[in-house]
């Protein structure tokens, strides 16, 4: 099984990092290009995968074929590439922001095409990845099990609605930022207080990585997981009062809907 990219941006790198440390998918069998021969090419001779010369071998190489390209250009290649995905037919995993599977289908005019919509977070690199899937009706079950256990070695997977992917942009493709903002504001006021910069952010992802994994662990909500921590009187508690009255979870939520709104074009 043979896997392609057309594109070789960071969540591109991402993926294919993921894939290599788990050793999920053999280099030799990961082909790519792009319209930066410096950076792709270079890339595939460090990492010993396979570079092309132009978009239409990779799809002419590969049995699927992940579409990573920007935005702005996604229809000019497609348009480049009609007659060849006519010819081929591999898988198309499109992780393509904004650009749904019927635009897909629309600028192809491929009718039985198998396709699959796909959101990833960058945390996929170090296999601790949250990515949304949403197949077309054309997607044989089959070749939705090989694309899912894939994407499955890079973390978890979640099969959605194809509307549901701007929500999930924000919880789980443009979060990390925040959480690493979070982690950031920590290890600030560890420094406040003298520790160093490396042992503040240290001792706080920590904290954070060990809380993520609870909430995961755990039957309880993660409100429930608060008052446990929360001792009457206690230190927690005043933390909490204090975050709240600046303004803690209204943030994080006009901070979720910024993010939705933006990749809706509210914004």
Not at 86 to 107: A, N
Not at 194 to 215: D, N
Request: aromatic share 6%; glycine share 6%.
């Amino acid at each position: 099984m043979k896997v392609g990219f057309i594109g070789v941006g960071n969540m591109a790198k991402a993926i294919i990092q993921g894939w290599l440390k788990t050793k999920a998918v053999n280099p030799e069998e990961i082909i790519i290009h792009s319209k930066h021969p410096a950076n792709y090419q270079k890339y595939a001779v460090e990492n010993h995968l396979q570079a092309v010369e132009s978009n239409q071998a990779v799809v002419e190489q590969t049995d699927i074929v992940f579409l990573a390209v920007k935005p702005q250009v996604v229809e000019s290649v497609l348009a480049e590439l009609r007659e060849t995905f006519q010819r081929v037919k591999p898988i198309i995993v499109s992780m393509v922001t904004g650009f749904s599977i019927k635009q897909i289908q629309s600028s192809l005019n491929i009718a039985d095409l198998e396709i699959l919509r796909i959101m990833p977070n960058v945390n996929v690199e170090i296999a601790a990845g949250m990515t949304a899937l949403a197949p077309n009706k054309q997607l044989a079950m089959e070749h939705l099990k090989i694309c899912k256990d894939l994407l499955n070695s890079l973390g978890k997977t979640l099969e959605i609605p194809e509307n549901d992917f701007s929500v999930f942009v924000a919880l789980a493709g443009s979060s990390p930022a925040f959480v690493y903002f979070f982690i950031d504001a920590m290890s600030r006021a560890g420094v406040k207080y003298g520790f160093s910069k490396s042992q503040a952010t240290e001792i706080a992802a920590q904290a954070v990585l060990g809380s993520a994994q609870k909430v995961l662990a755990s039957s309880k909500s993660p409100w429930d997981l608060v008052d446990d921590v929360s001792s009457p009187g206690g230190t927690t508690v005043a933390g909490l009062l204090a975050m709240e009255e600046a303004g803690f979870m209204t943030s994080v939520i006009k901070g979720i809907d910024a993010t939705i709104a933006k990749d809706q074009g509210r914004n």
